[in-house]
T-cell receptor, first 114, second 116 residues
C-alpha cells in the first residue's frame, strides 16, 4: 500500500518566520496532493492542493511544491501568524478498485509564537 | 450551502455495545468516506461509498461497517465495541462525477466516541 511520511511532527516558529512541512510517498501513480489544516477541536479543512502536471502552486502566504521524481511535496507558509497554529496533514490518494484511498501523513503540529 | 453534518457530536458507550453514526454530505456530493482519528495513529481510512455502493474498505475489522442511502446520507456502525475504538470518527464528502476520490474532501466536525 501507499506509504506516506510527514516531517517534522512538531514545528515551533516565531511569528513572521517561515514554516516548511514535507511529505514523501511511495506510489508513483499518485497525481493529486492536498494539504489539510485542522485547528484544535475543529474539522480538517483543505488549504491548498496540487496536481502532478505542475511543480508549484501559491495562494497568498501558502505554497505547495511537488517533486514527482523524488516523490515528495512540501507545504510552505511564509510570514506565519498565530492563527496558523494548527495540525497540518498531507494526503496521497492511492488508486484502488476504480477509485482512490487517501493515505494521510501523521500530521505536523505547527506552533506560532507571538 | 450547508456543510457536512455528523451526528451525534459525542457518544459514550461501554464495551460490547454497538453504535451507529450518521453523516449527511454536502448537497450534490455523491461520495462519502469515513475516517478514524486517534492521537497515536492519525487519520485512517475506514471506507468509501459512492451511489450506495461501497467501493473501498480500509484495514479495519468486520465490526466496522457502513452503508449509504439513495440521498447520499451515510451511516457507519461499530459492533461489539472495544476500548481501542475510542476515537474521533470523521466523515467527508466529495464532489466527483467520475467516482474518483482524488478530489478535495469536505470534512464534518466528527463524532467523538468514548468507549468505557
Amino acid at each position: 500500500g501507499e506509504n506516506v511520511e510527514q516531517h517534522p511532527s512538531t514545528l515551533s516558529v516565531q511569528e513572521g518566520d517561515s514554516a516548511v512541512i514535507k511529505c514523501t510517498y511511495s506510489d508513483s501513480a499518485s497525481n493529486y496532493f492536498p494539504w489539510y489544516k485542522q485547528e484544535l477541536g475543529k474539522r480538517p479543512q483543505l488549504i491548498i492542493d496540487i496536481r502532478s502536471n505542475v511543480g508549484e502552486k501559491k495562494d497568498q502566504r501558502i505554497a505547495v511544491t511537488l517533486n514527482k521524481t523524488a516523490k515528495h511535496f512540501s507545504l510552505h507558509i511564509t510570514e506565519t501568524q498565530p492563527e496558523d497554529s494548527a495540525v497540518y496533514f498531507c494526503a496521497v490518494p492511492q488508486a484502488s478498485g476504480g477509485s482512490y484511498i487517501p493515505t494521510f501523513g501523521r500530521g505536523t503540529s505547527l506552533i506560532v509564537h507571538p | 450551502k450547508a456543510g457536512v453534518t455528523q451526528t451525534p457530536r459525542y457518544l459514550i458507550k461501554t464495551r460490547g455495545q454497538q453504535v451507529t453514526l450518521s453523516c449527511s454530505p454536502i448537497s450534490g456530493h455523491r461520495s462519502v468516506s469515513w475516517y478514524q482519528q486517534t492521537p497515536g495513529q492519525g487519520l485512517q481510512f475506514l471506507f468509501e461509498y459512492f451511489s450506495e455502493t461501497q467501493r473501498n474498505k480500509g484495514n479495519f475489522p468486520g465490526r466496522f461497517s457502513g452503508r449509504q442511502f439513495s440521498n447520499s446520507r451515510s451511516e457507519m456502525n461499530v459492533s461489539t465495541l472495544e476500548l481501542g475504538d475510542s476515537a474521533l470518527y470523521l466523515c467527508a464528502s466529495s464532489f466527483t462525477s467520475t467516482g474518483a476520490v482524488n478530489e478535495k474532501l469536505f470534512f464534518g466536525s466528527g463524532t467523538q466516541l468514548s468507549v468505557l
